[in-house]
Each structure stands twice: as C-alpha cells, then as structure tokens.
C-alpha cells in the first residue's frame, strides 16, 4: 500500500487521528504536546501517529492534505489542522462536540 493510500485509511478508519511527534503520553515538541493535551481534555478517544517513527508519513503527509506542519488532526475524515486551530476549537467548546459527533458516526 501506497504511503499516501495509508493515511486516507488511517483518516477514514478512526474518528479521530492526530499526527504527532511523539505520543500523548511523552509528546517530542511543544505544539504536539498542546494540541494532543486539547483533544484528552474532551474525554473522547482518539488515535495518534507518531510521525518520528514512520519517517515515510514524516516526509509525506504535508502532501496529503497540503499543511505543511505537525501535528495534523483529523475529525471525521477530514482535517481539522494544527495545534493553534485545534486549540480555538476547545477553547470555545467546539473540539468537544466535534470529536463526539464523529465517534458517534464511526460507532
């Protein structure tokens, strides 16, 4: 499977995804580490790629949905975007209720 085609079913696939350096629990860099804090604040599950080691989504998921940095986030297949977008959204209470929407659709 193409690079490309592994990232369209990881987005398709999970309700929510966020690509990341590192992981919720040990992020590698400040913007992962916030926007990764964001989505557990809603209290809805989500997955996470850490994109340090899959060098093949380092270097290629910037053409995917062309946003040039990390870390992504994906809400019901589609992108969201990075750590400043995606704290707007919590802050005004929007995050939440777009991760449960999603979950509720994929359950």
Request: net charge negative; hydrophobic share 35%.
């Given at each position: 499977m193409d690079?490309?085609?592994?990232?369209?079913e990881q987005v398709k696939t999970n309700p929510v995804v966020i690509?990341?350096?590192?992981?919720?629990?040990?992020?590698q860099c400040g913007f992962s580490m916030r926007a990764s804090a964001a989505l557990q604040e809603c209290?809805?599950?989500f997955a996470y790629v850490n994109v340090l080691q899959d060098p093949e989504i380092f270097e290629n998921l910037?053409?995917?949905?062309?946003w040039?940095?990390?870390p992504q986030?994906?809400?019901?297949?589609?992108?969201?975007?990075?750590?400043?977008?995606?704290l707007e959204l919590h802050a005004g209470g929007q995050?939440?209720?777009m991760m449960?929407?999603?979950?509720?659709?994929?359950?």
């Open positions: 690079v490309l085609e592994r990232i369209g690509y990341m350096k590192g992981t919720p629990q040990f992020p209290g809805v599950p910037p053409r995917y949905a062309d040039p940095t990390f986030i994906y809400i019901d297949g589609e992108l969201v975007g990075g750590c400043d977008i995606t995050l939440k209720s449960e929407e999603a979950a509720a659709k994929h359950a």
